[in-house]
């Protein structure tokens, strides 16, 4: 397994947290919601 591959998911956990950070403040509700072992969903 590459060197990179997890820092390529850290990457983009941080990108959804900017992200659901950003919507958070511009909306009243939860947007953007982690699913456990599967991933996000809007």
């Given at each position: ?17 900017r ?10 509700g939860?947007?953007?919601?982690t ?7 809007l």
């Open positions: 397994m590459p060197h990179n591959v997890f820092v390529v998911a850290r990457r983009v956990d941080v990108h959804i947290s992200f659901r950070k950003t919507l958070n403040q511009v909306s009243s939860t947007l953007i919601r699913i456990r072992s599967a991933g996000n969903s």
